[in-house]
């Protein structure tokens, strides 16, 4: 299984960013979920969503960040917006078979290469 994401970048603070994850993943059932690490920081998860579309966002994140997935494409998007200087980090996507949102690192054996995003304030 392969993940890609894509978009990641620069932006300044209040602004928005979407971030896209396709997988190759040949499973009905899935779950993407989307972790990030901060410089010095461990990786945390924040966001989930499950191939039944049921979602699960951190509440570090609600009401700034939204997730969707396209069945069709296989690929997971995060809208960021209302970006603050703390999102600054190394974001990736990670898949596991089965259903469910927690977003647990250890729970994921799929996992992309990460995109960069900095905040600037």
């Known amino acids: 299984v392969h993940l890609m994401e894509s978009g990641g970048g620069s932006v300044q603070a209040g602004e928005s960013l979407k971030i896209s994850c396709k997988t190759d993943?040949?499973?009905?059932?899935?779950?993407i979920a989307w972790f990030r690490q901060a410089p010095g920081k461990e990786r945390q998860g924040f966001a989930a969503?499950?191939?039944?579309?049921?979602?699960n966002l951190a509440d570090s994140v609600k009401g700034r960040f939204a997730i969707s997935l396209d069945i069709a494409e296989k690929t997971a998007t995060l809208q960021k917006n209302n970006l603050k200087f703390e999102d600054t980090a190394i974001y990736y996507c990670?898949?596991?078979?089965?259903?469910?949102?927690?977003?647990?690192?250890?729970?994921?054996?799929?996992w992309g290469q990460g995109t960069q995003v900095t905040v600037s304030s």
């Open positions: 990670a898949a596991r078979v089965g259903l469910g949102t927690a977003f647990i690192p250890g729970y994921f054996p799929y």
């Open positions: 993943i040949a499973i009905p059932h899935y779950v």
């Open positions: 969503i499950d191939s039944m579309d049921l979602t």
